[in-house]
């Protein structure tokens, strides 16, 4: 068998060979070298006896006396080895002189000053160990780590062959291609319109929920322009030294400038452009230097020169009003959720270079995936691919798709733990509470289907149901269809063991939060009337009371009881509506108990032979 040939690394590649560490090492080499060579070959140490000897002998020509050497030549070199100099250790020797004069010997003295010594060790040796420390530290900090370097930007040019994004790669989000594509044309043609006495806008502020494309969007009008991009995050202008953001801003611009025509992109622009003076604190003196900064910029520079800045953000409504007047961020482009078109959209880009079985409905997938975004079919896609890929399957199928959609909504299933009779019975119970309160209410969405397995942290069971379209606007009717399904496990439990368990908790808290939107934002208490207690600076994408209430302590009271009302209320309903339909849950129950998990199709096969009263809900087709 033929031996492997050995491959022999280099002992020291040229960046460490450019290192300064090795630089020392090899001086230190060399002057040591030096310093044995030039001493060593040509004298002797001899012992302070052998010496005075040779004094006595006079054999000794010359000699110099230091403060603790004394170095010398002799007259005859053949008889002392053949090395005519010596070097001896000086001792307390009084009469030293003296012989010396008595044999003739010429001698001289050499003074010594300390001061090289103290120069070399008091200073020159540690400032050099302080500056190599402080160099190697800065070099830790980054790429831009350096003593003069902390005022420069930290933007990272992509250049035009790195930026291979075109609107092409941009899905479900239609409208905000369609407006920023003005920009792309303002990039590629400005004399078009300068020409006629028009202005290059200068800032284009990206809104929307995480995972919509926002900086996807951004690179995709770069690649479609064809100009440089400057990508940045907000967060890295601020640091612990006063002034350099403001100096990475300036040095930003300056940057932009000579690389005009292009697009600085500041991703998560609200960590820069907070509303100054709303601390109660105090303000962040240098996140406030560094906004005023950017603002002096952006007055400054000439936009005809093809400089446009765009900003993303989720959160504009804590934006300084300064970014947000005529001049500065002119446009404001929304980067909504996509809707059942984009999401398929989306699905078909996404799975481009993924395997796809012949049965996988892009659409159906779409169907299942309301309210979802980019970044969360992208996910779902690779959640699908992982699955398949597990089940050593050739192609990714409609089933590794459903249960990815599953793991992410509902968690990991955990089919390992174990789970005692009676708990088991009762989460059965609770579930088929939901799900026959979804199948009978007109307004509730259909039910997928219904499980007992765990999943994610502290689910024990979940019922799936599943939109048949988008909606945007929900009439009191199905708000409070929404608050019953909610409420059905609980008063499954109660109906069947006269007992309830903790398992309702989630429940409750989605409940009570939708009966509070009712009566707080929506108007839709009959007492409280078309009154609205909304926070005025609330988030347009995070919705919710997270401030002070602007209402009296008296008002505070009667939202609770109306909120208790419409929770109490529909709870009776509820309950009415289980007790009705007690045998078919009973019969549903044990199914789900043996099976665990019960689709739905064979759901809706149980209602139509258990009970006469059921009818499918209408199921429209989807163009």
Not at 191 to 205: A, N, W
Not at 356 to 382: C, E, Q, S, W, Y
Not at 507 to 532: H, N, P, Q, R
Request: net charge negative.
């Amino acid at each position: 068998m033929k031996e492997p040939e050995k491959k022999f690394s280099k002992p020291f590649s040229k960046n460490q060979l450019k290192s300064p560490f090795f630089i020392i090492i090899l001086v230190a080499i060399v002057l040591a070298t030096f310093q044995i060579y030039s001493v060593g070959p040509i004298t002797k140490n001899v012992s302070y006896s052998e010496f005075k000897m040779l004094l006595k002998e006079g054999r000794v020509e010359t000699c110099q006396i230091t403060s603790s050497l004394i170095r010398g030549n002799l007259k005859d070199q053949d008889s002392f080895d053949a090395q005519k100099g010596f070097v001896t250790a000086r001792v307390e020797d009084p009469d030293l002189v003296k012989e010396l004069e008595t044999q003739g010997v010429k001698f001289s003295g050499e003074y010594e000053s300390p001061w090289i010594q103290t120069l070399l060790f008091t200073w020159i040796i540690p400032i050099a160990i302080f500056f190599l420390i402080w160099r190697f530290v800065l070099k830790g900090m980054g790429p831009a780590g350096g003593v003069m370097s902390f005022g420069k930007s930290k933007g990272k040019l992509y250049a035009q062959d790195d930026l291979k994004y075109t609107f092409e790669d941009v899905a479900g989000i239609d409208e905000a291609k369609e407006e920023l594509s003005e920009v792309v044309e303002f990039l590629k043609t400005p004399h078009k319109f300068t020409s006629l006495g028009g202005k290059i806008p200068k800032g284009v502020l990206l809104v929307g929920v995480p995972g919509t494309g926002k900086t996807l969007l951004a690179k995709a009008v770069a690649g479609e322009a064809g100009v440089p991009f400057f990508g940045i995050s907000g967060s890295e202008f601020v640091e612990m030294f006063v002034g350099v953001g403001a100096a990475r801003v300036r040095d930003m611009f300056s940057q932009a400038d000579q690389k005009a025509p292009c697009i600085i992109f500041i991703d998560e622009l609200d960590a820069l452009g907070k509303t100054r003076g709303i601390n109660p604190m105090g303000g962040h003196d240098e996140r406030e230097q560094t906004l005023n900064q950017l603002l002096v910029e952006m007055d400054g520079f000439d936009s005809n020169k093809g400089v446009i800045i765009m900003s993303a953000t989720n959160r504009p409504e804590i934006l300084d009003p300064a970014l947000m007047r005529a001049g500065r961020f002119d446009r404001q482009v929304v980067v909504d959720r996509p809707d059942l078109n984009g999401r398929e959209a989306i699905l078909v880009i996404h799975t481009k270079g993924v395997k796809i079985d012949k049965d996988v409905d892009m659409r159906g997938i779409a169907a299942m995936t309301p309210g979802f975004v980019g970044a969360d079919l992208a996910n779902i896609v690779n959640e699908a691919a992982l699955l398949a890929a597990r089940r050593e399957k050739k192609t990714v199928g409609m089933a590794d798709f459903e249960e990815a959609i599953e793991r992410i909504m509902a968690g990991l299933e955990k089919k390992k733990r174990l789970i005692n009779k009676r708990e088991k019975k009762i989460v059965a119970y609770h579930e088929c509470g939901h799900a026959l309160i979804a199948t009978f209410l007109p307004t509730a969405d259909e039910v997928k289907k219904i499980s007992i397995i765990p999943r994610g942290v502290a689910a024990l069971g979940y019922t799936l149901q599943l939109p048949t379209e988008d909606r945007y606007l929900m009439t009191r009717s199905e708000l409070v269809d929404k608050i019953s399904v909610l409420l059905g496990g609980r008063a499954a439990e109660g109906l069947i063991f006269g007992e309830v368990s903790t398992g309702a908790q989630n429940d409750l808290e989605k409940a009570t939060e939708i009966a509070k939107k009712m009566v707080k934002f929506y108007g839709m208490s009959e007492k409280l009337g078309l009154v609205t207690f909304e926070q005025e600076n609330r988030s347009v994408f995070f919705p919710g009371n997270t401030g002070k209430n602007e209402y009296s302590e008296e008002t505070s009271r009667e939202i609770d009881l109306e909120v208790k009302k419409i929770i109490d209320e529909t709870y009776v309903a509820t309950k009415e509506l289980l007790e009705k339909k007690r045998d078919v849950l009973i019969k549903i129950a044990e199914i789900l108990i043996q099976k665990e998990v019960i689709e739905k199709k064979e759901l809706q096969e149980i209602l139509e032979k258990e009970d006469k009263e059921y009818v499918r809900k209408d199921e429209e087709k989807l163009d």
